[in-house]
């Protein structure tokens, strides 16, 4: 291997072995074709410490941001332990399940714009962007009915049949066995555990 890889490089030894005997089977001398080599594994290098550079410095920027939406959304709701920052998340997140549940998942989308950060070894996102929370509480104020996400005008005006106080054994089958991630949503909405309903 060359002098000066970058530790992180991935040289791969097997595709060196199977390179050199190319280079053999061309009639390369063994001095042109260690330089060749050289030239290529130093290109690929390049490369590899670009993306490197390049995801650190896209990580940095999420992070600024992440911090950046969090300032922003203390200082419009209140510290994260305070009601008016956890009704706000909660809102949020109840906007987007009840979307999904609907068949509308806009966390791609978000993702793609950068309204939430990438997501980390756990699978989890942040929000990168105060707006995405304000819109979605504003949402689910506004068209999503207090039940837990049934939308105005949608024929289900009955309440949620997973809460306890409109239980409704028949509807919350159909749902489960029809549309299982309203389903869940509804659930989490009428503050129970899904897993409860094998979801």
Do not use: C
């Not at 002098?3 to 280079?23: C, H, K, M, N």
């Amino acid at each position: 291997m060359p002098d000066g890889l970058p530790e992180s490089f991935p040289y791969d030894q097997d595709f060196a072995r199977e390179a050199g005997s190319w280079f053999r089977e061309a009639g390369l001398h063994p001095s042109a074709a260690q330089a060749l080599h050289d030239r290529w594994v130093g290109k690929m290098a390049e490369l590899h410490q670009h993306e490197v550079q390049t995801a650190s410095e896209r990580a940095q920027e999420q992070a600024e941001a992440v911090d950046q939406a969090h300032r922003a959304l203390v200082r419009e709701y209140g510290d994260p332990g305070s009601d008016g920052y956890r009704n706000a998340v909660a809102k949020a997140d109840r906007a987007m399940n009840g979307l999904k549940a609907e068949g509308i998942d806009v966390t791609g989308w978000f993702a793609e714009k950068g309204i939430l950060s990438d997501a980390d070894e756990h699978g989890l996102q942040q929000v990168a962007d105060p707006v995405a929370v304000r819109l979605l509480a504003f949402l689910h104020d506004k068209a999503f009915r207090e039940d837990g996400l049934t939308t105005e005008g949608s024929g289900n005006a009955r309440g949620n049949p997973f809460d306890l106080k409109t239980t409704d054994i028949g509807r919350q089958t159909e749902i489960i066995r029809s549309t299982p991630e309203r389903a869940k949503a509804l659930i989490i909405a009428a503050g129970r555990d899904p897993k409860k309903f094998n979801l």
